[in-house]
């Protein structure tokens, strides 16, 4: 049939026949494959160079992040006296209120994260390998607690825990004590529980993925072999969920070390983190060199910690 | 007591003793009464859904009978958590552990039984050593073919050195020459570990003769036939046995004096146990059905013609029934439509009366 069309005219196909070129003229236009190498031809001369692609994101980003960012930093490095020095550095370092806010953020942070880090790999355990009643749906309600605000966790404590909450409530009515035991809320104890009820599910998402994809059927040679359900889980489940508790982790810590709304919400005296004194130097205290000093100090402890988890996630093969 | 094997006590052997098993409601596994003998090798053969691996993992303790006992020995481990079974066990995907060395794998049953430190390396070597796979101690399972990683799985679950091994489907997942040499692998692997009984399911019937001492045929979650691999294959019970170890033709006929009736056809075959004028099935092999005139002739015109190679298979069409004759290779191949004719011997036939076929 390919046969049929060479050698006359391109216009004029044999009734029935494949269209096909004259020999010599394949890949000049006409057939499905000229066609193909029309698109690069149609381009060359006028092609647009790559990097301009780039620019709409790149000028997106610049404007609603790089630009306040750089004003942040050039604002630290600008003391209310005039010029540019690193003199707010010195002064914000130097404060005892600072040194707390610092201390605090750590602690509470890494206290949130490895509380976390706990609960969720208890729970992730038990939600994907012990089978009980409304197990899938609890796992669904784990995606939608995600989307929840984190003051939300916080109100609701405050609602059974708070100074007039409901386990106080029960305690004065039961008691006729004139206060309830229950005065926790407004401690740093307080804030790292609402971190930790808030954050859980932060790093149950990623493991309860992991455990998806594990081979039951190596929890049932181990079984097999002789090991018990605490060998299982310390010597088969556990590093095969490291990727995943490093990233949910990681994720959890960063957020811990920023988070605001949490530890506004508690009302907690005396609990000053980072994000805190950044709203108190710049809010109460219009003190905005020192104000963008800790929050360039925040967002270099927050890079870090994302560079730190980069590298150790490559490492465990995250 | 179940659990505790008296002193001297048989450690090998496996006995479903009614065993049935159920998932909301639904049977999987019905009324199952089957005894592994000690140093057996038995196939657990059937198609998907059979009830097969559900008898496997009855055994292994993954699954709860609904009623019945299995034991291991004369121990009743109906109840008995999986730990504690005494099992090896190796699965169709290898299940190796990904994050260990080869080594860390085969001594992961030794460690978790406690064993005696000192001990641990040489029973590693020696599980290593049977299995050829002593050179690959300090790889990691990614760095083995799948043949390799099936070998460690085998090492592994013989380090602990177990009464009963079950094997689920152990070359499923190999290719057609990797699984031949595994399965001579096996076979040497017995002759070496004369006293472990092993539960071997696949739904490769020449898996099964080749391996097997005895092969239990199951089908929809019950036990069908049962016996050596060459009484299945030579007199089946059934016709599912029939037609699913060796794709036998399976042939409707009425049983007369010392013959039976196909069609119009009178074909001689040894009717001793069937009644007279019953209806029953013959069961011929298609490698016994020969090309050409001879006894028990059968007419029959040619619906389709493959080439196998050292064999032609041929489909022909006798008295409205397809019948299937494995012929040496034919210099001249019969074209569709051709009138042939087609026999067998006496001997080669099996009749399957009524009352034991199962279809």
Not at chain 1, 230 to 243: D, K, Q, S, T
Not at chain 2, 22 to 39: I, K
Not at chain 2, 61 to 80: A, C, W
Request: aromatic residues 8%; contains cysteine.
């Amino acid at each position: 049939m390919a046969s049929a069309g060479r050698g006359k005219p391109a216009g004029d196909p044999a009734p029935g026949a494949v269209p096909t070129l004259p020999r010599g003229l394949e890949g000049q236009g006409g057939t499905p494959n000229a066609l193909r190498n029309d698109c690069p031809q149609r381009g060359k001369g006028k092609q647009v160079p790559t990097w301009v692609w780039a620019l709409p994101p790149v000028a997106v980003l610049a404007a609603v992040f790089l630009y306040p960012l750089a004003l942040v930093v050039r604002q630290s490095v600008s003391p209310d006296s005039g010029g540019t020095s690193l003199q707010p550095y010195a002064d914000v370092f130097a404060s005892s209120a600072f040194r707390e806010a610092l201390t605090t953020t750590v602690w509470l942070s890494a206290g949130a994260t490895v509380g976390c880090l706990v609960l969720g790999f208890v729970l992730a355990l038990v939600i994907a390998f012990v089978p009980f009643p409304g197990g899938k749906a609890v796992a669904r309600f784990i995606d939608v607690f995600l989307s929840f605000p984190s003051f939300l966790i916080t109100l609701a404590l405050l609602f059974i825990y708070g100074t007039v909450g409901m386990a106080n409530g029960l305690w004065t009515d039961a008691t006729g004590a004139h206060s309830g035991p229950f005065q926790f809320l407004t401690t740093p104890w307080g804030v790292l529980l609402a971190e930790i009820t808030y954050f859980t599910p932060f790093v149950m998402r990623p493991l309860l993925a992991a455990f998806s994809q594990l081979d039951t059927a190596q929890l049932e040679v181990a079984s097999s072999l002789g090991a018990r359900p605490a060998r299982i889980v310390r010597r088969v489940i556990l590093p095969e969920a490291l990727p995943a508790l490093a990233a949910g982790g990681s994720l959890v810590l960063v957020m811990c070390l920023n988070e605001f709304g949490i530890v506004l919400f508690t009302g907690a005296k005396g609990v000053t983190t980072l994000p805190m004194l950044v709203y108190s130097k710049a809010i109460l205290e219009s003190d905005y060199p020192a104000a963008c000093v800790v929050a360039v100090v925040n967002i270099a402890i927050s890079v870090g910690l994302y560079g730190l988890y980069r590298v150790v996630s490559r490492r465990v093969g995250a | 007591m179940s659990g505790a094997a008296p002193p001297g006590a048989v450690r090998s052997g496996i006995r479903f003793d009614g065993v049935t098993v159920a998932y909301h409601g639904n049977v999987v596994l019905d009324s199952l009464d089957l005894t592994v003998e000690p140093g057996e090798v038995m196939a657990l053969l059937g198609p998907s859904g059979s009830g097969k691996t559900t008898a496997l993992r009855a055994v292994a303790g993954f699954v709860q009978p609904v009623r019945g006992r299995v034991f291991i020995g004369e121990r009743d481990v109906t109840h008995l958590p999986p730990h504690r079974r005494g099992i090896g066990m190796v699965v169709q995907q290898y299940a190796l552990f990904p994050h260990m060395r080869v080594e860390d794998n085969v001594a992961f049953g030794l460690k978790a039984q406690k064993a005696a430190k000192g001990q641990i390396p040489g029973r590693v070597a020696e599980a290593l050593a049977m299995t050829g796979m002593d050179a690959y101690a300090k790889r990691y399972p990614r760095e083995l073919s799948g043949g390799q990683q099936q070998r460690v799985a085998i090492a592994r679950a013989l380090a602990i050195r177990p009464d009963v091994l079950l094997l689920d489907e152990p070359l499923s997942a190999l290719d057609a020459q990797l699984r031949s040499g595994m399965l001579t692998e096996l076979a040497r692997l017995h002759r070496e570990l004369p006293d472990v009984s092993i539960l071997y399911v696949t739904h490769d019937q020449v898996e099964a003769l080749t391996l097997a001492d005895r092969i239990a045929v199951m089908d929809r979650a019950r036990l069908q036939d049962c016996g050596s691999p060459q009484d299945l294959y030579r007199r089946p019970r059934t016709e599912f046995t029939a037609s699913f170890v060796g794709n036998a033709n399976l042939l409707p006929v009425r049983v007369g004096a010392g013959s039976v009736l196909f069609g119009d056809t009178e074909l001689s075959v040894a009717t001793e146990e069937a009644a007279w004028g019953a209806m029953a099935t013959l069961c011929v092999r298609p490698h016994l059905v020969g090309l050409g005139p001879g006894p028990n002739a059968l007419r029959g015109k040619i619906a389709e013609v493959q080439w196998r190679g050292s064999t032609h298979r041929l489909y022909v069409d006798v008295a409205g029934h397809r019948v299937k004759a494995d012929v040496r290779e034919l210099r001249v191949t019969p074209a569709l439509g051709d009138e042939v004719t087609l026999h067998f011997a006496r001997e080669d036939a099996v009749l399957l009366s009524a009352g034991v076929s199962d279809g």
